[in-house]
């Protein structure tokens, strides 16, 4: 069963671009949402993340939307450069621990930014 | 280097062989997990630490597989008698008790391959 969707699998921009992930989730319990960078052979990066009692989070070029009805959240590259050309995960686990901290990760989206 | 350090960053050993990786967590990180992520996937949690007390584990975390935080520092996985389908990264991730917060920060994983 998998608790987070993630789309789309691959994208290609154009340098400057806004690209925009998509992640959806089933779990109520989940109430924190981390995205996550990886670049071939390195670990997954922390970008940035959001809790469900705001819509919006920005930190500098990247923007997380989230619609708590809808059970939804997205991931926008602001001015997107070669530079991000990664593979981008989302990812959710239950903030107050609930006993368990996992994260529960989506499959990720490769990201190709042409120059 | 303050990160998540991993040893070794690559294991290559014959199927059957019994395999040990070292997780260094950031320093007063009191929280440890280790997960593992195959080609294409998001990575899948397998096990927890707080302090030295292993307080969660994965179903994928099979009797093949044990897990230590001896003196709730560093944390070791071994892998018994590994079988072709061990082969994957796995990574390590800490984050602080302080704060509520689950922000979990990933080391450079280590590759597994079982020929």
């Known amino acids: 069963q998998q608790q987070v969707k993630q789309s789309p699998q691959s994208l290609i921009v154009q340098k400057g671009g806004i690209p925009i992930i998509n992640c959806a989730y089933e779990?109520?319990?989940?109430?924190?949402f981390p995205w996550y960078q990886q670049f071939p052979g390195k670990g997954p990066a922390l970008l940035i993340a959001?809790?469900?009692?705001?819509s919006e989070k920005k930190e500098g070029r990247f923007t997380i939307s989230f619609n708590k009805s809808a059970k939804q959240f997205s991931l926008h590259i602001m001015d997107s450069q070669p530079g991000d050309s990664a593979t981008y995960f989302c990812?959710?686990?239950?903030?107050?621990?609930?006993?368990?901290?996992?994260?529960?990760f989506g499959k990720g989206t490769k990201l190709s930014v042409i120059p | 280097d303050t990160g998540v350090s991993q040893d070794p960053r690559h294991k290559i050993t014959k199927r059957g062989q019994n395999v040990t990786f070292r997780c260094d967590p950031i320093?007063?990180?009191?929280?440890l997990y280790w997960y593992r992520q195959t080609l294409g996937q998001g990575p899948e949690f397998l096990t927890y630490?707080?302090?030295?007390?292993?307080?969660?584990k994965s179903r994928l975390l099979s009797d093949r597989f044990s897990a230590e935080r001896p003196k709730g520092s560093f944390s070791t996985l071994e892998i018994q008698r590994t079988e072709q389908g061990d082969s994957a990264m796995y990574l390590c991730?800490?984050?602080?008790?302080?704060?509520?917060?689950?922000?979990?920060?990933f080391g450079p994983g280590t590759r597994l391959t079982v020929l």
């Open positions: 320093s007063e990180h009191n929280r």
């Open positions: 959001i809790r469900p009692d705001v």
């Open positions: 990812a959710a686990t239950p903030y107050s621990g609930a006993g368990s901290y996992q994260l529960t």
């Open positions: 991730a800490s984050s602080p008790k302080t704060g509520g917060s689950n922000e979990q920060f």
């Open positions: 630490f707080q302090n030295e007390a292993q307080l969660e």
């Open positions: 779990n109520t319990a989940f109430d924190y």
